[in-house]
């Protein structure tokens, strides 16, 4: 055992790293936090500032686009090879090694066939991304919280796919009550019991979430009566069966009533990319409790770089303490730390991309060899349209209800399910409006396909004209459950490295049959309702296809397009990143334990979302804390607690 | 003349009290990208028809029955300072030289589109928890010029 005055090194101050750092805290433990990217600012105003004044409003819009320095960041793509901490970003992310920190061979999929002779889609841009800041990516997490169904955890045994969690139901009923707890989640038990029958949810006796729910948007409610007593048919050996399909108020990380000192929810319709009000819990909410317990302390722009071994016990943590100089120059001093328990919480990418780079870039904590691979998404399927009547999008939180009941049933035996989530922002998602709507019917354009006129407006006659458009837009995104498939992995650059010279991650992958499936089903399923509502639908399968210029051979598909049976689809980013470091029971398949612990590596824990052995299709933060109060829960225990 | 060709009230545009003054910021940094003269030729042709009705207005400046394209540099500036007030940002005119970018963090938290959409700017509510539940007030109660306004 160390004599080090840490009893825990956490490597990450995001979701995982600041829940356990707070139970260790409070359990009067010594922690230290090791944080790749700069310090939570004192106000978020900066940050809103730099939203405000982004021209392309991304998820990480309003973070520090160089890390460590200060101001916005705006129409710019910094080089990765000269940051400390680059990080995935939606501008970025499928270019070239000069803009984008994930580097992929390829990013409009190839259509192939695997040896068995079973349809694939291989070299597809991997479209999620993440934070390296201090709160990590969840700063703009959507702030859905459902829960998993029971057949989520039993995949193997349920349908005879993939892998089971080594976890029950009746205990991840437990670890979410405290995450619900923790988070402050707005819903009603009562609401989600029409789940009961569709897909076996079920609550402990007498559970109640911490607040009410947040209301239902006027775009849910359009949603649920005109889908009023609609099911969708069973396919193949599931003919005759009908799922029923109908609305659900979503379970929300975002105050109905005031919680833990913050206020209610506005609906500022911004939950992706900044809260202004911090009315959606984030990670920043959790560190400042962990602050205030007096025994954790934060060490920020410390990126490490290696989790040094010594036989099956972690024995420190080298790292690389950057700054700017007062000339702008990048500096970094090598340090070390040691502590009893080590921690990585770096999420999915880069805590494989840390594993691998470990022990003189043998890698550590891999005999399974399942570091790093399994890379997975909640690879998400947009559709768009124009409601017969208003439903008023750009109001209320980003998502209010979402249609559950198709997220589990005998079809997973050979696809995917779905979570469709409805938006409250019109066509913000889909094709950039409000602007591109308006650049449409002021300057002639038709990038939104509603001005096919090319028609341009003043006055009056373009305040209406926008008015019916832009008030009738309302889109779906769904959830897909993506298959595990060791050969969509992550794994070690050795050409690309970061302004810190480590190298960074480079990232395969593609669809199995499992997966395109589920897109096939899921965009029927889509045009289905869209149908039974009356709504127009706009939805597009290309999405931005290569300029001509650069691809003279004639190539029609973008970043993140593909073709399945003929028909062409695109697939967006959920920003879901999962699988890289799976939990199971059994070490030569898995790499940690139900607690999250390494299988091989004593008194290392590698905890986050890579440890999702597989992805169902609930948006995973709630899952993600879950886990982390169960990785908690053993490290107190292996302390002595 | 941005009355007319926004639809919105102009009192709402430019009201008695203004810590904004967003018209001004507007047209200072459209003269400094387009050049004063060619600010002038425009307030000139909209001073000569500037009784007709705001609708008729619009629609003479921005040459709307011009196919699309071959409409004057004087349109296009007109265009530009309706997406001013719409999205906040610049949009240079075809044949300018400026850049593509938001004006103001107030020029975004200000813009209209979003009260043609009965909404607010994305990340600036000044509405109450749960207003997304009920259907918005009307276009008159969000600035636009709905025919009794001036």
């Known amino acids: 055992m160390s004599n080090s005055q840490y009893d825990v090194v956490i490597i990450g101050a995001g979701v995982s790293g600041n829940l356990i750092a707070k139970e260790l805290g409070l359990a009067g433990k010594k922690v230290l936090i090791l944080e790749a990217g700069p310090a939570i600012p004192d106000s978020r105003e900066q940050y809103m500032e730099n939203f405000y004044l982004a021209l392309a409003k991304t998820p990480e819009s309003p973070y520090p686009s160089l890390a460590g320095r200060t101001g916005p960041g705006v129409g710019t793509l910094p080089d990765p090879a000269v940051l400390p901490t680059p990080r995935a970003t939606v501008l970025s992310i499928g270019g070239t090694p000069d803009v984008s920190h994930l580097i992929q061979s390829e990013t409009a999929g190839v259509s192939g066939t695997t040896p068995d002779n079973q349809p694939e889609v291989r070299e597809l841009q991997f479209s999620s991304t993440y934070e390296r800041i201090g709160g990590g990516t969840a700063w703009h997490w959507l702030g859905s919280v459902p829960r998993l169904v029971p057949h989520d955890l039993t995949m193997k045994t349920t349908y005879d796919v993939f892998y089971d969690w080594p976890i029950a139901y009746s205990e991840m009923q437990r670890l979410w009550g405290l995450a619900e707890s923790e988070i402050g989640v707005a819903a009603s038990v009562a609401q989600q019991q029409p789940l009961q029958a569709a897909i076996g949810m079920t609550y402990p006796p007498g559970y109640q979430y911490p607040m009410g729910p947040i209301p239902s948007s006027v775009v849910d409610q359009t949603v649920s009566n005109g889908v009023s007593g609609m099911s969708v048919p069973g396919e193949g050996s599931e003919g005759g069966k009908e799922y029923s399909v109908f609305v659900t108020n979503t379970p929300a990380g975002r105050n109905s009533e005031p919680y833990q000192d913050r206020r209610v929810c506005a609906g500022n319709t911004n939950c992706i990319p900044i809260c202004p009000i911090q009315a959606k819990w984030d990670p920043t909410v959790t560190l400042g409790d962990a602050l205030n317990t007096g025994n954790v302390t934060v060490s920020y722009q410390s990126v490490a770089t290696n989790i040094a071994v010594d036989g099956n016990n972690v024995t420190q943590i080298d790292y690389l303490k950057w700054s700017y100089d007062d000339k702008g120059n990048l500096q970094s001093t090598p340090a070390s730390v040691s502590g009893t328990i080590y921690v990585a919480a770096c999420h999915a990418i880069e805590n494989a991309k840390l594993l691998l780079l470990s022990n003189g870039q043998k890698g550590i904590a891999n005999t399974s060899d399942q570091v790093g691979r399994n890379l997975m998404d909640h690879v998400l399927y947009l559709a768009w349209a124009l409601a017969p009547s208003q439903v008023w999008g750009y109001r209320g939180p980003l998502a209010t209800g979402g249609i559950e009941s198709l997220r589990d049933g005998e079809f997973r035996t050979n696809r995917a399910a779905f979570r469709m989530e409805i938006g409250n922002e019109g066509w913000n998602f889909a094709c950039g409006d409000p602007y591109t709507t308006t650049l449409d019917f002021i300057t002639g354009t038709n990038g939104s396909q509603l001005n096919p006129g090319a028609t341009r407006l003043g006055g009056t006659a373009l305040v209406n004209t926008l008015n019916d458009r832009l008030t009738r837009q309302f889109r779906f995104g769904l959830l897909l459950e993506q298959a595990p498939q060791p050969d969509n992995c992550v794994t070690i650059d050795q050409n690309n490295k970061d302004g810190l010279g480590i190298p960074r991650p480079h990232v395969d992958y593609g669809f199995d049959k499992y997966t395109l499936e589920g897109f096939r089903v899921a965009a029927d399923t889509c045009s289905a309702i869209f149908q039974q509502m009356g709504a127009e639908e706009f939805t597009q399968p290309t999405v931005k296809p290569y300029p001509p210029d650069k691809y003279p051979d004639g190539k029609t598909m973008g970043p993140g397009d593909f073709n399945y049976e003929g028909k062409m689809y695109h697939m967006y980013g959920a920003g879901h990143i999962m699988g890289t470091h799976r939990m199971g029971t059994d070490p030569d398949t898995s790499v940690v334990d139900a607690t999250q612990k390494s299988h091989d590596v004593q008194n290392l824990w590698i905890v986050g979302s890579g440890s999702f052995p597989t992805v169902a299709t609930a948006n995973p933060t709630l899952t993600i804390m879950a886990l982390a109060f169960k990785s908690a829960e053993a490290i107190k225990a292996a302390l002595g607690a | ?150």
């Open chain 2, 1 to 150: 003349m941005s009355a007319a060709l926004t639809g919105f009230q102009s009192s709402f545009l430019r009201p008695f009290l203004d810590p904004t003054n967003l018209s001004e910021v507007f047209y200072n940094f459209a003269v400094a990208q387009v050049g004063q003269t060619a600010m002038d030729n425009l307030l000139n042709t909209f001073r000569a028809i500037q009784k007709q009705p705001a609708q008729q207005i619009a629609d003479t400046l921005l040459e709307v029955k011009i196919p699309t394209g071959k409409e004057s540099s004087q349109a296009q500036l007109a265009q530009a300072i309706i997406l001013m007030w719409y999205l906040g940002s610049w949009y240079p005119p075809p044949g300018t030289n400026g850049k593509q970018q938001v004006i103001s963090s107030q020029a975004y938290t200000k813009s209209l589109v979003w009260n043609v959409a009965q909404s607010h700017p994305m990340g600036f509510s000044a509405f109450t928890f749960g207003y997304w539940s009920q259907p918005p007030a009307g276009l008159d109660a969000f600035g636009v010029n709905t025919g009794g306004g001036q």
